[in-house]
């Protein structure tokens, strides 16, 4: 039931890379054996090894998702930028393609996106295949080391084996750079109405939308945001995109924009706008921002093109650039968050997009750990779980004050807060296990604000893997997302009901691993 409104990088040397015709493959060690280490997320997508940051080119085609990824496949920090490449027939169980595209005299390989030219419009295809092309950000490190503002550029490459192997277009750059330090993140989709492709990059403290009939040939259309929205930092990562509101014939565009820093929790976060595009100009009346996710730890997330029955699925990368290079793990750093489907709700005269799990996350919780208990109104419940870091957690409740707290032998913990007082959810990891390893990890809880619509119940779902938890609220109205590093795996679930007239329901389930 639906019931409440919820509302860098450091200077790197550029080194040599690897020839193309060099084995390019991500996949070291066998996969069963690597994917046990401390902190590995377990039906989450991270790499078999060293760093990864922003997803790339999320786009399916003929029975395959692919997933690229900001890869430096020579350490677990930071450094010259590569795609990696990961496949899936489901969007939960991932495996790993050689590395899709390497940096070159054009500079290193940034974030960007990819379509299936269905068409043809590029030329690249020459004997019927239909090409795959990937459009991304050169990051050229002379240039930025010398000063200049003009070392960002677009360039393209296509693929004819759907993603196996990949050529970039000899007349890169695309789009050159006139003088515009942060120029970047290009997310292109075919607009049917105009019979055209249409980017959307961001530059600086804006969005820039250009117009092609070939993905070649670019020209500039309009500007958007310059005094709209949150402006703590650069904007990053743009996608725009259609959504039907529920339950009308009602569509509107969604514009989401992400920004570092300047989230509402401290670091990276990503906002979004509700408004209209009519082929040539992004339009919306929002002047203040709305977030996607309250947490600190979903940032830079796009959605898949092409996907089939036009459902828009939507991944981020489950990190903040705080922290990011300093989380407690050896072998590989960061994951991405859960596949989410996103949609779009009217509430009163306000829109709202909400982000919750594909079905085929859910279907992953398989055993379980705890069936349907009662907490009465005004009373605690202490359960001891073995698998809890690996787990569903829901709960039916109409309950607006309680606390769930997941703990551990050492009484480490990580605190979820209702607060119908003050119309607040918090996510407390300030004692959830190592939080010292930089200092805005687990400096302060994280804040959500909820507005309760009547009395009626509510459903609150949280999924907890090894070094992270996912809270949805009301189906994915309200969304936090949060890294954990415990000691030792959480055993217990302590629920303590503050009110004295609402109970609730609460179940969990093991979460099966998809490695």
Request: include cysteine; glycine fraction near 8%.
């Amino acid at each position: 039931m639906r019931k409440i409104f919820i509302c860098l990088m450091l200077p790197m040397v550029f080194v040599s890379c690897r020839n193309k015709g060099e084995d390019k493959e991500v996949t070291a060690k066998v996969e069963q054996e690597i994917y046990t280490e401390t902190y590995r997320p377990q039906f989450h997508f991270s790499p078999s090894e060293m760093w990864m940051n922003d997803p790339n080119g999320l786009v399916y085609n003929d029975g395959v998702y692919h997933l690229f990824y900001q890869y430096y496949p020579e350490d677990i920090v930071w450094g010259p930028m590569h795609w990696g490449h990961a496949v899936s027939k489901d969007m939960v169980h991932w495996k790993h393609k050689p590395i899709a595209l390497y940096p070159d005299e054009h500079g290193l390989i940034f974030s960007g996106s990819a379509v299936v030219d269905k068409e043809n419009t590029s030329g690249f295809a020459q004997n019927g295949e239909i090409p795959l092309v990937a459009v991304f950000t050169y990051h050229l490190m002379e240039g930025e080391r010398e000063g200049r503002t003009d070392f960002q550029t677009q360039g393209i490459a296509y693929s004819l084996d759907n993603g196996e192997s990949w050529t970039k277009y000899e007349g890169n750059p695309v789009i050159g750079n006139s003088g515009i330090k942060d120029f970047r993140d290009p997310k292109v989709f075919w607009h049917e109405a105009s019979k055209s492709w249409i980017m959307v990059l961001v530059a600086g403290d804006h969005a820039k939308l250009y117009r092609s009939n070939d993905l070649k040939d670019w020209v500039h259309l309009s500007d958007f945001g310059k005094n709209q929205g949150a402006h703590g930092g650069v904007w990053e990562c743009p996608d725009l995109f259609p959504l039907q509101v529920e339950g009308t014939e009602e569509q509107k565009w969604v514009l989401i924009i992400s920004i570092n820093p300047g989230a509402p929790n401290g670091g990276s976060g990503t906002q979004y706008f509700i408004g209209d595009f009519d082929g040539t100009r992004f339009i919306s009346d929002q002047e203040e921002a709305k977030w996607l996710d309250y947490g600190a730890d979903n940032y830079a997330g796009v959605t898949y093109n092409n996907v089939p029955n036009g459902d828009r699925i939507f991944i981020g990368w489950m990190s903040n650039w705080d922290y990011a290079r300093d989380t407690p793990t050896e072998v590989w750093r960061s994951a991405m968050t859960l596949p989410r489907k996103l949609s779009l709700r009217k509430v009163g005269e306000d829109y709202r997009l909400l982000n919750y799990p594909l079905l085929q996350v859910e279907e992953l919780a398989s055993e379980a750990l705890i069936s349907t208990t009662k907490i009465e109104p005004g009373s605690s419940e202490n359960i001891k779980i073995e698998g809890l870091n690996q787990s569903r957690i829901q709960f039916m409740t109409a309950s607006k004050d309680f606390t769930l707290s997941m703990t551990n032998d050492l009484g480490e913990t990580v605190d979820v807060v209702m607060d119908g007082q003050s119309g607040s959810l918090f996510l407390d990891r300030m004692n959830s296990g190592k939080v010292d390893f930089q200092a805005e990890f687990g400096n302060k809880k994280h804040h959500a604000p909820i507005e309760f619509l009547d009395d009626g119940p509510y459903e609150l779902v949280i999924y907890m893997d090894w070094s992270s938890i996912e809270v949805f609220v009301d189906g994915g109205l309200c969304a936090m997302t949060d890294q954990l590093f415990p000691s030792e795996p959480y055993n217990q679930l302590l629920i303590t009901n503050r009110d004295a007239e609402k109970g609730m329901e609460v179940s969990v389930s093991g979460m099966e691993s998809t490695w």
